[in-house]
């Protein structure tokens, strides 16, 4: 079967951007095609893949036909791909999938947000629609609330505190205060991280990712193309993807990701290579809690071993066996709900070709995973990638 | 809020602890009405007197909501009137079709008359708003209503299920609703959301209140949920205490007002 190359991957920076949907897709195609090594141009992609929640509602249909229209791409077989938070996560699979199944060498996965040019009343709306609306919101639940329950409940399974949550905050804008696109580059001291203002009790400000305004993208090709465009494809080793109960209540347990967990182990089967054989992986930490949650379902940590994980320092730049987190996570580089997923995937492109700016580069990168999250838990993506084939 | 009753010769009457003057931050006489009609033998009644008395029109009709949540059945034979002063927030249940003389009842609940003020201004202001809140369809609240208000759950395979589904894995349709759940539950966490963590649908009401506390609970019988907690002004939630449920308003959208079951610390 045909083997995926990564060969070109850009995005803006995240944050509050000034441009807007049209401006900031724009540059981030911009940036990953200007980062191809050898000649590429827009035209020559046959499917496109946007993920986008298309949040305030705007443009909310025809987004993707929208998008490239005014990045080169006219006429290209386009479409949104939605899935919450992983919307780009999903995007990427399906233009890995598309070349895997031989229906085109050149495929654009991409994802796109923008989030704060809308009133605080109009975000808040915007930012309840993917979890569970009928029973989850109207029991006064949003995504700080969810995660705040399943913080409470892991604290009570297991031996671990919120101190736990801290270091988690604070190893993140570590690694995010040297990234240039990062939207809050900002050194926290376990002091100040300690002492945030409650949003959703256990959760404070600073368990909290911010909400983002951000584009990216990554250009995929098949395997015959690779070395056309470079002599360093980055090859995408294994994708997986999973699903689970929409609603926290629904599922078995509070402090487990089954769709990562599912995700994960298709993604690691595929590949054929273990969770400690991963250098560096940028994983979901929508609030600081899931990057607890994700350590263990990804395979780091042991069951109920995330927040002793955190607590030692095991994911901090070149400390541990595995940096979670280089970009600085969600938690300080951003999330722009639909360009998170493939602005993982620009980081690992860069840690894994060595292109980071020091000190930010994970020492000797040589296989990189990514961990993009829909909602609460619904639905999962997970991409190996690695420097060899 | 448990509710203050008094009978008299032809009714029994109730209204909330706050007392006549107000059915507290998320009740009304609808609440009031279930409670009473909750402590009562059912039997049949006549509602139409009622329904003209609420201050807003519920997004689901009354007579649904009754028997949702009640044993009692709605009928305009009725063997009882359900009636409610247009003055005060007292219900009666009478086998009379008027009242009148509408009792005193004190509250055994002190009031903060500017925070109930501010309250009122809050329903007033949020019930004209237009999908402030993630939108669930009309039909999709009037299904799932015998679930929501009356915990009615389904079986399958032995397993009792709620809220309601569809097929199962096999893809076999679920049968209808035949159990219904306790009206208690366990809760496995809890959290408090502050005015900024809590969802727009609660936007207006979550600062007057110091924000809103949520529980995740487990029923005896296995399924789980999540529920707003009323009435938590003296107590905060635990991991496994034990909760009971009320219908109270949920929230105000499109001139309707969203009624559900909220938890009650035991």
């Known amino acids: 079967m045909v083997d995926v190359a990564m060969v070109g991957a850009g995005q803006t920076k995240f944050g509050n951007h000034p441009l807007g949907l049209k401006g900031m897709w724009s540059e981030a195609v911009e940036k990953a095609f200007s980062s191809v090594d050898n000649d590429c141009s827009p035209s020559m992609v046959e499917e496109a893949f946007i993920g986008s929640i298309a949040f305030g509602g705007s443009q909310l249909g025809n987004t993707a036909a929208l998008l490239t229209e005014h990045s080169g791409m006219d006429g290209v077989s386009v479409r949104r791909v939605e899935n919450a938070c992983a919307s780009s996560g999903f995007a990427l699979r399906d233009a890995w999938m598309t070349i895997k199944s031989g229906q085109a060498d050149i495929v654009v996965a991409g994802g796109i947000e923008k989030m704060n040019d809308l009133s605080a009343e109009r975000k808040r709306y915007w930012l309840g629609v993917s979890g569970d609306t009928e029973w989850e919101r109207l029991a006064g639940l949003t995504f700080p609330g969810t995660y705040a329950l399943t913080a409470r409940r892991y604290f009570h399974e297991f031996e671990s505190t919120h101190d736990d949550l801290v270091h988690v905050s604070v190893k993140n804008h570590m690694h995010g205060f040297d990234n240039e696109v990062a939207h809050l580059r900002k050194d926290v001291s376990f002091e100040k991280a300690s002492s945030g203002a409650m949003v959703a009790d256990p959760l404070t400000l600073y368990d909290c990712c911010p909400t983002s305004d951000g584009a990216s993208a990554v250009i995929l090709v098949a395997d015959h193309l690779a070395h056309q465009f470079t002599d360093t494809p980055i090859w995408v080793k294994g994708s997986g993807a999973g699903s689970d109960k929409l609603a926290l209540h629904d599922r078995p347990s509070l402090t487990q990701l089954r769709a990562t967990q599912l995700a994960s182990q298709k993604a690691y089967s595929i590949a054929n290579l273990q969770p400690n054989q991963i250098d560096l992986a940028e994983v979901h930490d929508c609030f600081t809690i899931a990057e607890v949650l994700a350590t ?78 829909g909602g609460s838990g619904a639905t999962c993506a997970v991409h190996i990638f690695g420097r060899e084939r | 809020m448990p509710i203050s009753k008094s009978s008299s010769e032809h009714a029994v009457f109730a209204s909330s602890t706050y007392g006549e003057q107000w059915a507290g931050p998320d009740g009304d006489r609808l609440t009031i009405a279930l409670q009473l009609l909750q402590s009562q033998t059912p039997s049949t009644i006549q509602i139409d007197s009622f329904v003209n008395s609420l201050e807003y029109t519920p997004s689901t009709p009354v007579a649904s909501i009754i028997e949702s949540t009640t044993d009692w059945t709605v009928s305009p034979d009725g063997e009882f009137h359900l009636l409610a002063s247009n003055s005060s927030f007292i219900v009666a249940i009478s086998k009379l079709e008027t009242i009148s003389q509408w009792p005193d009842l004190s509250s055994t609940k002190p009031v903060d008359e500017q925070q109930k003020i501010a309250l009122e201004d809050a329903w007033k202001n949020e019930i004209v708003g237009v999908s402030q809140g993630a939108y669930v369809s009309q039909s999709q609240h009037i299904l799932a209503m015998p679930s929501r208000l009356g915990l009615h759950a389904q079986e399958d395979a032995s397993k009792i299920v709620w809220p309601p589904r569809q097929l199962n894995e096999q893809g076999q349709r679920i049968a209808p609703a035949s159990n219904r759940l306790d009206n208690a539950a366990t809760i496995l966490t809890w959290t408090r959301l502050s005015a900024v963590g809590a969802p727009s649908e609660f936007s207006l009401r979550a600062p007057l209140l110091g924000g809103v506390s949520t529980v995740l609970v487990e029923f005896s019988s296995g399924p789980k949920g999540v529920f707003m907690l009323a009435d938590d002004e003296e107590g905060q939630a635990s991991i496994g205490q034990t909760v009971s449920f009320e219908v109270r308003r949920l929230y105000g959208q499109d001139n309707l007002i969203h009624y559900g079951l909220k938890a009650l610390l035991n």
């Open chain 1, 296 to 373: 263990e379902d990804l395979g780091f940590a042991g069951r109920g071993e995330g927040g002793r994980f955190a607590r030692d320092g095991l994911g901090r730049r070149n400390e541990g066996d595995v940096t979670i987190n280089a970009s600085g996570g969600l938690k300080s580089k951003g999330h722009p709900l639909g360009a998170t997923g493939t602005g993982q995937a620009v980081e690992v492109f860069k840690q894994l070709r060595h292109q980071v700016e020091s000190p930010r580069q994970v020492r000797d990168a040589e296989v990189g995973l990514t961990h993009n999250v």
